[in-house]
């Protein structure tokens, strides 16, 4: 079912339970609906929903267990993995002792995925890998394909290609093979983004076509956005200016993206311009630079460094060699590595 069809039917059973009177299955449902309104950047209206909708005091564990999981994943989508984690830790920790083990799998997945984000690397492998040996364990064969690429993603953030790869190539056949269109459209985002790293424009961008139509058909906002995103930096250094600023002017123009990833597509468009040769690619570059020194991220000062050479590179004041020198030793999570390869892009020309 699209995230669109989702939203509507559980807003349909929502008001049916409310009107029945029955708390346990309202709060439950408002749950379901606060994590897909949520994940298209309605955080707000999310915590009003959970505010609203509280589970009843006598509620059974695997309904707590699912609650804290939706606040966990709140915490995520509001890019506060300092929040949502301790709210999944919680969630795993309930569902493992419960012997609950396919919402273990689930729990430890997200949670895992928060680590990653927050660049806790260790512990997120830990549950990343233990989510995946749990699906395999109890045969749960789409909940295996939804951990094995979470766990992909998080060694692509590590830059990690040729480990991401093996598993991005399995988990896609299996998903073709299922006809489970709604992970096909994440596979192939994350396969795209991976290509970019690669260095393979033209290959990221077929990817990332079939991830913008999958999202538009299914209303994934937030997967739209990631994938115009990524498709806007993959036009950017195939040089292909024009293509680049559609994707990137229609992700920026969606108020519900904040901070870190905000700044990275700024980045990008920046990037595209001082590419194409653009003089509105210095001021975007000014201007992206501005909103990374307000952010607390682990990548910020990279970003600074990267930011600081397009600058240069724009405005005719950095050396090109220099920079392409730079990028070349670059070494740092896949999302300022992909700002790298437009460093070096602009640096080189080619």
Not at 221 to 245: I, Y
Not at 247 to 270: F, I, K, P, Q
Not at 298 to 303: D, G, H, M, Q
Request: overall charge neutral; charged content about 25%.
């Amino acid at each position: 079912m699209g995230r669109a069809a989702r939203n509507t039917m559980l807003r349909r059973a929502l008001g049916l339970a409310s009107e029945g009177g029955d708390r346990m299955l309202a709060g439950a449902l408002a749950a379901e609906l606060a994590s897909v309104v949520a994940f298209s950047f309605g955080a707000k209206e999310a915590r009003q929903l959970l505010r609203a909708y509280p589970l009843p005091s006598d509620a059974p564990v695997d309904e707590r267990v699912r609650r804290a999981r939706h606040t966990g994943r709140l915490g995520i989508f509001e890019g506060k993995p300092q929040v949502g984690i301790p709210r999944l830790a919680a969630a795993v920790a309930t569902a493992e002792e419960a012997s609950l083990p396919l919402l273990e799998a689930r729990y430890r997945m997200w949670l895992g995925h928060a680590m990653s984000v927050a660049t806790q690397s260790a512990e997120a492998e830990h549950h990343l890998r233990r989510a995946v040996a749990l699906t395999v364990e109890h045969r749960l064969p789409e909940q295996h394909i939804r951990t094995t690429l979470r766990l992909s993603q998080h060694l692509l953030r590590l830059g990690l290609c040729r480990e991401a790869v093996e598993l991005l190539d399995a988990g896609y056949n299996a998903v073709i093979k299922g006809g489970l269109v709604r992970l096909e459209e994440q596979v192939a985002g994350t396969l795209g983004y991976l290509r970019i790293l690669e260095g393979r424009s033209t290959e990221a961008i077929e990817a990332l076509d079939r991830t913008v139509q999958l999202c538009r058909e299914h209303g994934g906002q937030r997967a739209l956005w990631v994938a115009l995103s990524n498709r806007g930096l993959a036009h950017g250094l195939a040089g292909q200016t024009e293509a680049a600023e559609a994707d990137l002017t229609e992700a920026l123009g969606h108020e519900g993206v904040v901070g870190w990833y905000r700044t990275l597509a700024m980045t990008y468009l920046a990037a595209a311009r001082i590419i194409g040769g653009g003089a509105a690619g210095v001021d975007s570059a000014q201007e992206a630079l501005h909103a990374c020194d307000s952010l607390e991220h682990p990548e910020a000062s990279a970003l600074r460094d990267a930011l600081g050479l397009l600058i240069g590179l724009g405005d005719g004041t950095g050396d090109a060699v220099e920079a392409a020198a730079w990028a070349k030793k670059f070494s740092s999570g896949a999302e300022v590595e992909a700002v790298a390869l437009g460093v070096a892009r602009a640096a080189t020309g080619r």
